[in-house]
């Protein structure tokens, strides 16, 4: 059974940073690509980053490019999200995703996800 569970949300001033945390169970974690999405209140879940297994290469939404990064620990079986330079448009429930297939890489689509966390509150206040 893959689970995964986000830690690390909170609340923050604008300009602050925060690293959000996924840890996966019942996958083959260094053969499958991670992604991080986002929805905010009232909003359309959306796109925040990706890395692949193999490289490892990352990619990045335009909104989060320069302050976001995605890194990955296979040992751990954890992925992470370092937040830096928040906005409070950052502010949404973050969510950790794994597709089903090793063959997905560095896909934006929500579509090409199998396996999803629960979701972090992440809150940025102006």
């Known amino acids: 059974q893959v689970q995964l569970v986000e830690s690390g949300g909170g609340l923050v001033q604008a300009g602050g940073s925060l690293r959000l945390s996924c840890a996966a169970s019942?996958?083959?974690?260094?053969?499958?690509?991670m992604g991080w999405f986002r929805q905010a209140p009232g909003k359309e879940r959306e796109f925040v980053a990706t890395?692949?297994?193999?490289?490892?290469?990352?990619y990045y939404a335009d909104s989060v490019k320069g302050r976001f990064t995605i890194s990955r620990d296979n040992a751990k079986r954890t992925v992470y999200l370092q937040m830096n330079s928040l906005k409070p448009e950052d502010t949404a429930v973050y969510y950790c995703?794994?597709?089903?297939?090793?063959?997905?890489?560095?896909?934006?689509?929500?579509?090409?996800?199998?396996?999803w966390g629960q979701g972090t509150q992440v809150t940025v206040s102006s």
């Open positions: 995703a794994a597709p089903s297939s090793a063959y997905v890489l560095g896909s934006p689509n929500q579509s090409d996800y199998y396996y």
């Open positions: 019942g996958l083959t974690f260094n053969r499958v690509t």
């Open positions: 890395i692949n297994w193999s490289g490892p290469s990352s």
